[in-house]
Nanobody, 121 residues
Framework: QVQLVESGGGLVQAGGSLRLSCAAS????????MGWFRQAPGKERELAAA????????YYADSVKGRFTISRDNAKNTMYLQMNSLKPEDTAVYYC??????????????WGQGTQVTVSS
């Protein structure tokens, strides 16, 4: 399994921006499909964005489309989530996840510990 560590969460005002990072270790990063999931209090965990092995194909939930950008740097074993125009409803714990199958189709096998994002109104 690949080990994942998220960073970059925090408190931001509505309309602001944050950039999350997910550092991977233990396995060949470029062999893993990656994604960012999020879970708000009292709600189920949902897939916010996903990215293919090379980074050439991305997926976004409708709720974040046009505001969030997922990317990866296989040379640095790192995935990113640039979040702009943040809204209070984006408040959640954000998790980095990886699998050798597309994370849009399976429940990923590897997960980070999560990073809190709080957007104040």
């Amino acid at each position: 399994q690949v080990q994942l560590v998220e960073s970059g969460g925090g408190l931001v005002q509505a309309g602001g921006s944050l950039r999350l990072s997910c550092a991977a270790s233990g396995r060949t990063f470029s062999m893993y499909y990656m994604g960012w999931f999020r879970q708000a209090p009292g709600k189920e965990r949902e897939l916010a964005a996903a990215i293919s092995l090379s980074g050439g194909t991305t997926y976004y939930a409708d709720s974040v489309k046009g505001r969030f950008t997922i990317s990866r740097d296989n040379a640095k074993n790192t995935m990113y989530l640039q979040m702009n125009s943040l809204k209070p409803e984006d408040t959640a714990v954000y998790y980095c996840a990886a699998d050798q199958r597309p994370v849009t189709t399976v429940f990923p096998k590897s997960w980070g510990q999560g990073t809190q994002v709080t957007v104040s109104s």
